[in-house]
């Protein structure tokens, strides 16, 4: 048996994305959306609705994606509930340090190890949808072992929209490509 529950967009998991950007005056801002995925071999794409951020990809047509970790969990709930519209100090607060990208014009976040660092490619802002280049993707080293990214270790978080709570990455449960030979 089982039970209805409507229309709801249940995709799970959704990621825990914290888009970085620059206002006119190279002011840092983070938010966190949700909403977000691969578009094509080398872009990316992210449901947004008008923010603060959305002001800035049009000044610099740039920003940084951050994945949130269980050590980042608070400050990225946080970007995600207050703007920087209604709250100055709302980077300080959130003890996030930008850190200038050498790629594009847009911040990246040291307290973030896992960063991919982004050109707008389109951006339709009555859709509210973001297309975005991936110019660069950086992974602090302590989460590399034997020339790869230890994505266990990153303990990335994941949005769960059915209960409104934030899981860590599920742990290894096959190879991609290959588990599926044992059928042939």
């Not at 020339?147 to 991609?176: C, F, M, Q, S, W």
């Given at each position: 048996m089982r039970k209805d529950f409507g229309s709801k967009p249940w995709l799970f998991p959704q990621p825990v994305l914290i888009i970085g950007t620059y206002d006119k005056d190279f002011k840092p801002n983070a938010m966190n959306a949700a909403w977000g995925g691969t578009y094509d071999f080398d872009k990316i794409v992210i449901s947004l609705s008008k923010h603060k951020s959305t002001e800035n990809l049009k000044i610099h047509k740039a920003f940084s994606v951050c994945f949130g970790t269980k050590s980042t969990v608070i400050p990225s709930d946080f970007v995600g509930i207050v703007s920087q519209d209604n709250d100055p100090d709302k980077m300080k607060k959130a003890g996030l340090t930008a850190v200038k990208s050498d790629k594009i014009d847009a911040p990246l976040f040291e307290e973030f190890p896992l960063v991919m660092e982004c050109k707008v490619d389109n951006f339709d802002e009555e859709a509210g949808i973001l297309i975005g280049e991936v110019i660069n993707v950086s992974v602090d080293e302590k989460?590399?072992?034997?020339?790869?990214?230890?994505?266990?270790?990153?303990?990335?978080?994941?949005?769960?929209?059915?209960?409104?709570?934030?899981?860590?990455?599920?742990?290894?449960?096959?190879?991609?490509?290959k588990i599926g030979n044992q059928l042939k």
């Open positions: 989460y590399i072992k034997d020339g790869k990214v230890d994505t266990k270790a990153l303990e990335i978080i994941v949005y769960d929209p059915i209960n409104h709570k934030y899981r860590l990455v599920a742990d290894e449960v096959g190879d991609a490509f």
